[in-house]
């Protein structure tokens, strides 16, 4: 057999673009695998399609793609459907800011004109995603790539509409919504970011008319007092309909049922009582404003009262306000009508007062409430079910604690506004018979129907919350409203992975919905990302400039070394600090992969391979075998349970721990003697085991190991593509009890032979210089003792010494010190090898700097201030350094002791 040559250095760049193409002209990415099994199905979170992908993208694909390319090789269906989002708010904000920097705008270019603009960045925008996700790795099925504005997700839209409206569950009316003045658009509660801000809170008082029926007749000679009121937002008081106070509070039960003159309108509005009012705020009197509030709008309603809009769709005060006030805009009418009321006698004072504000989640603008009438989704009947299933365990979240927020906002869900005032997006399917007022809501366009010949029919303008097409993703996405048969296949999905900050957005939803239209919840996993920040801890933003590229970090360190240190880091349910050197990780694994791999298949010259079932094993063989059993029990367990992290490293532990530093170093044994058939025998089962390693890497590392594996003898792959290959299976043979004793045998040599490094190390020994080891067994382990005397090349070999002697005299040695292992002590003739007294200089001096460190750690751990502000994971790795130093420091004491003997 011939030698492999593979580049003697590791460049990700030369064959990641290759391997990729190779995989998509095969269709490797198409479901396939065993048809009696279950499908393994994820249908990725759709990114914008205006965006482009930030590292929290990264970190939700590549655990998709772990996941995917994981059940895939287990033999399963398996199906990873890709798609964007139209993104309504976010997209027409790309295209509106692109036409005003040409001087123009939507309305003036018109409605079609404007979409057909919008479809150009959208299909521009669109090249730059799929490139980035290939670019990662990802094994989505390209050929069932959906966007939320297809053609079949746009009937799906439409199909859920009318079904809703049909079952009174989409209604339209009046009320108070969430206004964002920059967008020019209705959002819905949960497009609604509140930032506590530092404000102010104004105490006006309102003069109490007379005897509550005359017209008022001014504060100097019509009035019976004064109410005091406060208020964070002096300027909607011109909108008030009355003043409200508590039912029981006796400092105003004379005044219920009278009038106030409101100031600056010369207004009168009445007093009315209602337990809603904190009697503790301000005065215990409250403005009710009910167009610009959504808790004095509830009171309105009680009370009958009249709601009066101030403000335009761009939020500035409109002819509803007194004259002097229209056309400013809300910070101006603020500061105006402040400065009035104060030159008029009725600001009483201004304190300071820390409130939420909320913000628009796309533009950051501040939000306003304003009446309008729009339509809504009755959200009660649909959560109760969503509730339901997952108290009846058929969705479970991971981490489990996510379930609390899931739980919290159902219970206490509100009507959902869809009606969104832009041009991209669904067009509600609704239209008006302005002579008639009739609304047809349709499946189809009436006005190409001939039962409306004759009639005009107006559509209406608005479109539907982006979250409309996207809570049906996992069935809009194969093919419902139509029964086909990959929504009978593939429905309901496996696994849904994405950020805590969609649980309510999109994750409830998905559930409602798939709930009420399929019968069935749209998966049974959820698996929540913890937040990707930057090595300091903060959330990575724009305006931080702290985020990271996923393509920069693969054109820097490789797509494998992106995607294994996001595995490796993924502790379930925590963030992950990150800085672009965080990936130099999953940059020396792949390197390591490589060179073991180089070294491997360069020792194939002039060999013959010897099939795996006539091969005769060893205790060095069959513990290799049975620490990968290991590793593939760890894995399995750990993508069951979603711990990518533990999956991460257990493939690193194996390959780079037991593989690399013990397996291929022993082999040399094999490799290096002078007998033929050894060598057969030793490289066979060395690319045994690579192969093996290579198909149990794949998910984590998919571009190398494919690599690797096509350069691998057509003896070992008997699959065109480690893709498809079959994920390692637990093999019982592997732990029969001959592999077991080997496992405990090696176990205990490794403790042998690390000693011995430890000693060589702290005596400072040149690694080329040998000396000899006596190793003394406990009499009750002659297992032990049968397994070093079997061994003793094995032990010289990984411990770089000479002769090794097995035997049971614990008397001491002369001349030696003393290692201590579980059922044996080693006795190392190193004394004359050594300057006693200067080891004992520099070993002492190490002491005393190690026990310093030592009290330091100690001293953290018992501080109660660190102990309550670290984070846990802090403490922790304080916990294990002080471990380390503990055991450190007993090492060097026993040396201390083995040297003062020494020179006795």
């Known amino acids: 057999m011939k030698a492999v040559e593979l580049s003697k250095v ?39 399609v205006t965006g482009v992908l930030h590292m929290g993208h990264g970190l939700n694909n590549s655990i998709q793609d772990t996941l995917i390319r994981y059940w895939r090789m287990q033999g399963r269906p398996t199906l990873w459907v890709p798609g964007t989002d139209h993104a309504g ?29 919008t479809w150009q960045v959208k299909r521009d925008h669109h090249a730059t995603i799929t490139r980035q996700l290939e670019k ?20 799906a839209v439409r199909e859920v509409f009318v079904q809703l409206y049909e079952r009174d569950l989409i209604y339209r009316g009046e009320y108070l919504i969430n206004w964002c003045p920059c967008c020019g658009t209705a959002l819905s509660d949960d497009e609604v970011e509140h930032a506590e801000k530092q404000g102010s809170i104004w105490h006006l008082r309102y003069p109490v008319i007379g005897d509550g029926t005359d017209a008022p007749q001014g504060v100097a000679d019509g009035s019976a007092g004064w109410i005091e009121v406060a208020t964070t ?41 209602d337990s809603y009012v904190d009697r503790e705020f301000g005065s215990g009197a409250v403005k009710i404003t009910p167009a610009h509030d959504p808790n004095d709008w509830a009171i309105g309603e009680r009370h009958n009262l009249e709601r009066i809009n101030l403000l335009t769709a761009s939020a500035r005060m409109n002819e509803n306000a ?24 009725f600001l009483v004072r201004i304190g300071e007062h820390t409130h939420q504000v909320g913000h628009c989640y796309r533009c950051s603008t501040v939000v306003e409430p304003w009446g309008s009438t729009q339509w809504f989704v009755r959200m009660k009947p649909l959560a109760e079910k969503a509730l339901t299933a997952w108290r009846d365990g058929k969705v479970q979240f991971y981490p489990r604690h996510w379930e609390n927020t899931y739980s919290h906002w159902l219970e206490n869900i509100r009507d959902w506004c869809i009606s969104r005032q832009l041009w991209w997006g669904h067009r509600i399917p609704v239209w008006y018979d302005d002579a008639t007022g009739e609304v047809i809501v349709s499946r189809t366009d009436p006005t190409t129907d001939p039962a409306y010949e004759g009639r005009t029919l107006r559509q209406d303008p608005d479109v539907l919350d982006t979250w409309f097409s996207s809570w049906l993703w996992p069935f809009s996405t194969l093919g419902w409203p139509d029964k086909t048969p990959d929504l009978a296949t593939y429905y309901p999905t496996t696994t849904l992975v994405t950020g805590y900050d969609i649980i309510f957005f999109w994750v409830a939803r998905m559930i409602m919905a798939g709930l009420e239209f399929m019968g069935e919840v749209p998966f049974r996993d ?6 990707v920040r930057d090595a300091q801890g903060r959330k990575m933003s724009k305006s931080l400039g702290n985020g990271l590229d996923p393509l920069d970090i693969v054109a820097e360190y490789g797509a494998d070394a992106h995607k294994f240190t996001l595995a490796y880091l993924s502790v379930q349910g925590q963030d992950i600090p990150i800085a672009s050197e965080s990936f130099q990780l999953g940059s020396k694994f792949a390197n390591k992969i490589w060179n073991a791999s180089r070294y491997l298949l360069m020792n194939l010259e002039g060999r013959t391979l010897i099939p795996r079932e006539e091969i005769t094993l060893r205790d060095l063989d069959r513990w290799i075998f049975f620490r990968l059993n290991e590793a593939v029990k760890t894995v399995e367990s750990a993508m069951k349970n979603y711990r990518m992290d533990e999956a991460a490293r257990a493939v690193y532990d194996f390959f780079w721990n037991e593989f690399c530093d013990w397996y291929i170093e022993g082999s040399k044994l094999s ?11 030793g490289v066979s089962l060395l690319l045994c085991v690579l192969e093996e390693a290579l198909r149990m890497m794949h998910p984590f590392l998919p571009f190398i190991t494919e690599e690797i594996y096509q350069k691998l003898p057509g003896e070992l792959n008997p699959v065109k593509a480690v893709i498809i290959g079959q994920y390692p299976s637990v093999l019982t043979e592997r732990e029969n009890p001959q592999a077991r004793a080997a496992a405990a045998g090696f176990g205990a040599l490794q403790e042998l032979v690390r000693g011995i490094r430890t000693m060589r190390s702290e005596f400072t020994i040149p690694p080329n210089t040998k000396f000899g080891v006596y190793v003394c067994t406990a009499p009750e382990r002659p297992e032990l003792a049968a397994f070093f005397q079997a061994n003793q090349e094995l032990v010289a070999l990984l411990a770089g010494i000479g002769e090794v002697e097995i035997g049971s005299d614990g008397s001491r040695r002369e001349g030696a010190v003393t290692v201590v292992g579980s059922g044996f002590e080693a006795y190392l003739s190193v004394l004359d090898l050594i300057d006693v007294a200067a080891q004992r200089a520099r070993v002492e001096k190490h002491i005393a700097k190690t026990t ?9 751990l018992q501080s109660q201030g660190f102990l309550a502000k670290a984070r846990p994971e802090v403490i922790e790795a304080e916990r294990r350094k002080a471990e380390d130093l503990r055991d450190q420091l007993g090492r060097l004491e026993a040396v201390q002791a083995e040297l003062a003997q020494g020179t006795e």
């Open 136 to 155: 990662i790795g990802a094994s989505c099925d390209w050929n069932r790539e959906r966007f939320t504005l297809d053609e079949g997700l746009s009937r």
């Open 671 to 681: 490799l290096y003697s002078q007998n033929e058939e050894e060598q057969d025998r």
């Open 852 to 860: 310093k460190a030592l009290k330091q750690a100690e001293g953290k």
């Open 233 to 273: 937002r002096p300027e909607t008081m011109l909108g008030d309909t009355a003043v409200a106070v508590h039912p029981e509070d006796e400092r105003y039960a004379h005044l219920v049922g009278r009038s106030v003159l409101l100031p600056l309108c010369d207004r009168p509005i009445p007093i009315v009582a």
């Open 10 to 48: 590791f460049h990700a760049d030369d064959f990641e673009d290759r391997i990729y193409r190779m995989w998509k002209e095969n269709n490797y990415f198409e479901p396939s695998g065993d048809q009696g099994k279950d499908p393994f199905v994820i249908v990725i979170p759709p990114p914008n």
């Open 526 to 531: 959820i698996y929540i990302t913890g937040l």
């Open 322 to 345: 007194p004259e002097r006030y229209r056309g400013m805009t809300v910070t101006e009418a603020r500061a105006a009508v402040v400065e009035d009321l104060d030159s008029r006698g």
């Open 89 to 117: 708010i976010a997209t027409q904000n790309v295209v509106e800011r692109q036409l005003l920097k040409e001087g123009t705008s939507r309305e003036e270019l018109g409605r079609e004109a404007f979409l057909e603009r």
